[in-house]
């Protein structure tokens, strides 16, 4: 079926989330309600998915999209715009510098072949020794990890530094690629996972969200896949 | 990098490597532009209207005029000969989709912002909240130097926010490194 035509409650809708650059659920369904009573546009509560389709129709021939997917540290989901040409990087491109861009890349190195997920501020200090572009001085390294996570690449946590949910969203398909089996999958639902836990014994990984809604019904912590006890903390 | 292709009957020379590459002041005619469009593939041209899109909305997204010169080098590039049939259709896209304008502020330098054309509503928050006391700052700025008739002193202005405990020594609460914040960024967004 043809989609239905762009009205000014979309654009706000677009222009919003512009800003914004990732959104949880619940405030989007918000504002989609909000967009749609400011242009006197017909309002089908609970069509959040249809109304950002017909955005996404038109988004496709620019290669964007708006795109769901769920936070790992609260389990919520959030919708993002991201930009779906190439390999993902070259968006952030025309933003940061060469030897910035190369930090960033280092960084999501450290993260993604972590065990938790995480790179400390240590680490990505020794990193930005090693540039090969152009070394950084820590000063610098703070500040531009600063503006990454303003940017909602990076998120932060007790000095350690993680991807934003807006980032796994914008680079999973770019991030399997290019890492290939160096990245999990969850057992559960199948996605990316960047801060995971793992099954001791046969080594599969799960999103600690996914690991709280699973265990919630067993009484017994068994893996899924080669069922030995689950020995990690359940969230 | 830069392409040294000579565009036969395009109607323009292309200058040397560097700042030259794009020499502006040689731009095509219209109808130069459409029968240059006929010797490139649709596919082409709508790719580079896409990655126009894609590099306004980054560049506004960051609240920094955009220079015609900046567009030519990092997205039109080797299509300049049909720069202006892009830019239309980018145009165009922009408000269709987005409902932005993209409007020239100095016809003199060539240099462009995105502005809304959906009408304002109340309350609503389009920016992050640091982006927001920026704006705040920025028009408190504004008023006192138009109240003052254009052209205050840099004292005067610094001694205006000291009373409104904003100064260019300490670090402010909100605003970080005051003097940088005015003397770079709210300059640089012009």
């Not at chain 1, 998120?155 to 770019?174: A, D, K």
């Not at chain 2, 560049?59 to 049909?82: F, H, T």
């Not at chain 2, 109340?122 to 982006?131: S, V």
Request: contains cysteine.
């Amino acid at each position: 079926a043809m989609a239905a035509q762009m009205t000014d409650a979309h654009r706000r809708f677009l222009q919003v989330l512009m800003s914004h650059g990732i959104m949880e659920g619940s405030e989007a369904r918000k504002l989609h309600r909000r967009c749609c009573e400011i242009h006197k546009v017909y309002y089908a509560h609970d069509k959040l998915d249809d109304f950002i389709s017909t955005i996404n129709s038109h988004l496709q021939p620019l290669f964007m999209q708006i795109r769901k997917g769920m936070s790992e540290s609260d389990g919520r989901a959030h919708y993002a715009l991201v930009n779906l040409a190439e390999t993902e990087i070259t968006k952030m491109a025309s933003d940061y510098t060469e030897n910035e861009l190369e930090l960033f890349r280092k960084t999501m190195d450290l993260i993604v072949l972590s065990e938790n997920g995480f790179a400390s501020s240590t680490d990505i200090l020794n990193l930005a020794d090693q540039l090969k572009t152009k070394k950084m001085k820590k000063k610098e390294v703070e500040q531009v990890l600063k503006v990454f996570v303003e940017d909602k690449w990076l998120s932060e946590r007790n000095g350690e530094y993680t991807l934003h949910t807006r980032c796994i969203i914008e680079m999973e398909q770019y991030i399997l690629s290019n890492y290939q089996d160096m990245a999990r999958k969850c057992n559960i639902c199948h996605s990316l996972v960047i801060q995971s836990q793992v099954c001791e014994s046969c080594g599969i990984g799960m999103h600690l969200p996914c690991v709280r809604k699973y265990f919630r019904a067993q009484t017994e912590p068994r893996c899924p896949q080669c069922n030995d006890f689950w020995s990690c903390d359940i969230p | 990098m830069s392409q040294r292709k000579r565009s036969k009957g395009s109607g323009f020379s292309q200058g040397d490597d560097g700042d030259e590459d794009f020499n502006l002041s040689q731009m095509p005619t219209h109808s130069q532009v459409q029968r240059n469009l006929e010797r490139r593939s649709q596919d082409q041209v709508n790719q580079k209207v896409s990655e126009l899109v894609q590099f306004l909305l980054v560049k506004d997204q960051k609240k920094i005029p955009i220079k015609r010169a900046d567009i030519l080098k990092k997205v039109i590039r080797e299509y300049k000969d049909v720069y202006s049939e892009i830019v239309n259709r980018a145009g165009r896209t922009l408000q269709q989709v987005f409902g932005l304008q993209l409007v020239e502020i100095d016809t003199k330098h060539h240099i462009y912002i995105l502005i809304s054309n959906l009408p304002r509503a109340e309350g609503e928050n389009l920016h992050r909240d640091n982006q927001t006391a920026k704006l705040g700052l920025l028009i408190i700025i504004l008023s006192f130097i138009f109240m003052k008739g254009n052209s205050p002193k840099d004292s005067a202005v610094w001694e205006f926010l000291r009373r409104l405990r904003v100064q260019p020594g300490e670090r402010h609460e909100v605003f970080g490194d005051v003097k940088k914040l005015v003397t770079e960024e709210f300059v640089r967004q012009k």
